[in-house]
Nanobody
Framework: VQLQACGGGLVQTGGSLRLSCTASRRTFDPYAMSWFRQAPGKEREFVAGISRSGRRLKYVDSVKGRFTISSDVDKTMVYLQMSSLKPEDTAVYYC????????????????????WGKGTLVTVSS
């Protein structure tokens, strides 16, 4: 299984981008799907995720109200809509899936995720 993330780029402060992630298998069901990011010199951190059930969403506090994670009805794509971008959002963004964890919870620990995409770079200029 391979994940492919795309949609990154250079954007000014306050701008928007939409990241997309697709899997080589037909669907993400029944896996949790999440986005992580890693800024230069920092640890990879959880950004947003969808539970295995698809009913629960979770966001890191720093992106609440600005980012929205979603998937299509068939769960073949997962998206991260990013708005009101700030320079501190600059990072490589990765999509990841996990078959572990509870059905209605979003795992936050990167160690739980067993499949990762290569990442897409988001640069927000001030």
């Amino acid at each position: 299984v391979q994940l492919q993330a795309c949609g990154g780029g250079l954007v000014q402060t306050g701008g928007s981008l939409r990241l997309s992630c697709t899997a080589s298998r037909r669907t993400f069901d029944p896996y949790a799907m999440s986005w992580f990011r890693q800024a230069p010199g920092k640890e990879r951190e959880f950004v947003a995720g969808i539970s295995r059930s698809g009913r629960r969403l979770k966001y890191v506090d720093s992106v609440k109200g600005r980012f929205t994670i979603s998937s299509d009805v068939d769960k073949t794509m997962v998206y991260l809509q990013m708005s009101s971008l700030k320079p501190e959002d600059t990072a490589v963004y990765y999509c990841a899936t996990s078959g572990a964890g509870r059905w209605d919870e979003v795992p936050l620990e990167k160690a739980v995720y067993d499949t990762w995409g290569k990442g897409t770079l988001v640069t927000v200029s001030s």
